[in-house]
């Protein structure tokens, strides 16, 4: 760890999505939280913009404060940051002795510190752990002045939770936070008065503790209802969190499948495909995977979760702090031994493996406000390259970019007269060799089937769409890599490279139309070459195959019977 100057910052922060560049859509560059100072001149994007608007001061100020709470947090596992923490408790009363923050848009839960309740929780989670960690130490009489601060945390965390159940919203992530929230600062409080800590039935076991919100929250096969990746480990984060000093064996199975369901996810290499809402790289992100990880193999000795943590550790760089790494002994027992096979299908997505690619299919619940209009849509994957991704989405706010990333455009599945479609749940099925999923009324008087088939290491994809009357039927093919299209008299032919090359065979009907479309949501301006595969009618059948190795010849007999 770098030597420690600065200070926290000494304002209340805003919404952290609103770190970024108005111009170009891309997250804002993470500099000066050291400091506790906003950077002269504004804060640089990428493309050399420099931004200094109210909503990014706010949205600098919580990231600030949460760089300044995890590098307490390192500090505690050697027995510092002390002094940190009494002044942060200090200047935590000053700061919310108003009450709500008042520059909290509408629609938020309003927080004290920040303007929503939920970051006051994902902040005062790791400060309520460092509190504990030093006050295990003997060092409960330097802490004594943090108790206001924990118990005005552990209120919050009550009122916050108590509005989302009078709100029938039981099931949002933000619960799993503010239960956290409650778990971990009142530990900490207990701990610092030398007492007990007696809130495990109000913060875990309870009514409308972790372990409701967690059937609740998840369906049996572990997925989180919102069917994003990044939000399914954000729920899975905060529960984990929770039971610091519990016996994994005590808690319920479906923790162990939401880890499975996560690992069920990950290529070979690691990645974590960007479904729905969610960052498509960001190196907090990658701290959560990290962290995730480190904790989810002290829950289940099969976590699957290795190569997650590996490709997680990479994204972080050589600037690494290794506070993961110090997250020993969480548990108060061994790790559980469930086999978490990962499975195929789930309530979400079907994940097809063959012949080095790794394919998903998209055809469950639309999700909520965090959903995507992305239904029947097939990402490709090799074990370490995003040929066809999900793209994830910019910080939300920016409504331009964002709207784009959520709409049916920006996604490899079926648009139809360039209209928006409605949400909708596909069926699927499946047998040996092949998943099917098929959608109604997505599109007023249109049916479309997917089907994916495992044949000798080729991947086969065949999309049939009909409709009550002529319209524009496109298959979209929206890759992160360079991707070459060739027209032949018998098909098109498209080659995919990056770390790992990936060669495609399509026929059937219409013309493939290529035009240049902005890549994934970590960089809008980034140009990819995006192909609109169209028929004008009320039939189409596209058919495609799929190979890691080149295809020769035609390719008509492998895809004739499907």
């Not at 002044?87 to 510190?113: D, I, N, V």
């Not at 790790?335 to 994940?351: G, I, N, Q």
């Not at 000798?456 to 496109?474: K, Q, S, W």
Request: a negative charge.
């Amino acid at each position: 760890m770098a030597p420690l100057t600065g200070n926290p910052p000494t304002e209340r922060g805003g919404w952290w999505h609103e770190y970024v560049c108005p111009a170009h859509g891309v997250e804002l560059e993470h500099v000066g939280f050291e400091s506790g100072k906003f950077p002269d001149g504004g804060v640089p994007c990428t493309y050399g913009c420099r931004i200094d608007t109210p909503a990014v001061r706010g949205a600098w100020t919580v990231l600030a404060h949460h760089f300044w709470a995890r590098r307490i947090r390192l500090l505690s596992y050697d027995g510092g940051g002390a002094d940190l923490l009494t002044s942060y408790a200090r200047l935590y009363l000053e700061l919310t002795k108003a009450g709500e923050h008042e520059q909290a848009q509408g629609w938020m839960q309003r927080g004290r510190l920040f303007h929503q309740a939920l970051t006051d929780a994902v902040w005062g989670v790791p400060i309520a752990h460092s509190i504990l960690n030093l006050a295990e130490r003997s060092g409960k009489a330097e802490l004594a002045e943090t108790l206001p601060m924990l118990d005005d945390m552990v209120a919050g965390a009550r009122r916050a939770r108590e509005a989302m159940v009078a709100q029938d919203k039981f099931s949002s992530n933000y619960t799993a936070w503010f239960n956290a929230l409650g778990t971990t600062a009142s530990q900490a409080a207990a701990a610092v008065r030398g007492e007990t800590w007696d809130g495990e039935k109000e913060w875990l076991s309870g009514e409308h503790g972790q372990f409701a919100h967690l059937e609740v929250a998840t369906g049996e096969d572990g997925l989180e209802w919102e069917a994003s990746t990044y939000y399914h480990g954000f729920v899975l984060r905060a529960y984990l969190l929770s039971l610091r000093g519990f016996d994994p064996a005590a808690a319920p199975e479906r923790l162990g499948r939401m880890i499975g369901a996560l690992a069920g996810l990950a290529t070979d290499g690691g990645i974590l495909p960007a479904l729905h809402d969610g960052p498509y790289l960001r190196i907090p992100l990658a701290l959560e995977w990290l962290e995730i990880a480190a904790l989810a193999k002290q829950f289940t000795s099969e976590h699957g979760l290795d190569a997650v943590a590996a490709r997680a550790r990479a994204e972080v760089g050589d600037g690494y702090d290794g506070l993961e790494d110090r997250f020993t002994g969480w548990f108060a027992g061994e790790p559980r031994s469930d086999a978490l096979s990962p499975e195929s299908v789930s309530s979400s997505y079907a994940v097809v493996r063959v012949g080095g690619i790794h394919a998903v299919l998209d055809h469950g619940p639309h999700g909520g406000s965090h959903g995507h209009h992305d239904k029947l849509a097939l990402y490709l994957y090799g074990a370490t390259t995003p040929w066809q991704p999900d793209p994830g989405q910019v910080p939300y706010g920016h409504a331009e970019w964002r709207r784009h990333y959520k709409s049916v455009n920006s996604h490899p599945t079926i648009r139809i007269d360039d209209l928006e479609p409605a949400e909708a749940t596909g069926v699927l099925t499946q047998d040996a060799t092949s998943v099917t999923a098929t959608v109604d009324g997505w599109y007023d008087g249109v049916r479309a089937t997917r089907q994916l088939i495992s044949d000798n290491g080729f991947l086969i994809d065949v999309v049939r769409v009909t409709a009550d009357r002529e319209r524009e039927i496109v298959l979209q093919f929206r890759p992160d890599v360079d991707l070459r299209v060739e027209v032949r008299p018998d098909a098109f032919r498209t080659t995919w490279t990056g770390d790992e090359a990936l060669y495609g065979y399509h026929c059937g009907d219409g013309v493939a139309v290529t035009r240049p479309g902005p890549g994934p949501a970590d960089d809008p301006q980034r140009t990819r070459t995006w192909v609109d595969w169209t028929v004008v009618g009320t039939t189409a059948t596209f058919r495609s195959v799929y190979s890691t190795t080149p295809i020769d010849g035609n390719l008509e007999d492998v895809i004739s019977d499907v």
